[in-house]
């Protein structure tokens, strides 16, 4: 299994709980954007944005670069490719269950398919 520090996995994921931390980590995805930017599709205030950026950026999520009085932020994908590194161990485990159905379907389709001649 991959190796990891579970404080830095942690705060990965308790950024990800979040639904609007989520999209606007979609957003930066495209880009980057100032704070004001993230806030709009939320309706809600820059103080309350700016603290969803401050939990992103403690995650390692995203980085914030100050030019005058705006903030802007862009996507760190390296720690997203740290949880994605954390979630794939497991793939096995549903990937396997998924072969077994799999296979648990087609012997019934063959079974049916004797039966229907």
């Known amino acids: 299994m991959v190796e990891q520090h579970p ?9 990800l ?4 931390r989520r999209a606007m980590l979609r957003d930066l995805a495209e880009g980057e954007r100032s704070i004001g930017e993230l806030a709009a599709p939320f309706d809600m205030s ?4 700016s603290k969803h950026v ?3 950026e403690q995650a ?3 980085q914030r670069r ?7 932020c862009r996507l760190n994908a390296d720690r997203l490719a740290e949880a994605d ?12 269950g ?7 379907l087609r012997a019934e389709d063959e079974r049916a398919g004797k039966m229907g001649k």
Do not use: M, P
């Open 7 to 15: 404080v830095i996995l942690d705060s990965i994921f308790h950024a």
């Open 17 to 20: 709980s979040d639904t609007t």
């Open 46 to 49: 820059f103080a309350g944005a």
């Open 54 to 56: 401050k939990v992103l």
């Open 60 to 62: 390692g999520l995203v």
């Open 66 to 72: 100050i030019a005058g009085r705006t903030h802007y």
């Open 85 to 96: 590194a954390w979630l794939r161990y497991y793939e096995r485990f549903w990937t396997r």
């Open 98 to 104: 998924l072969d077994t159905l799999e296979a648990l």
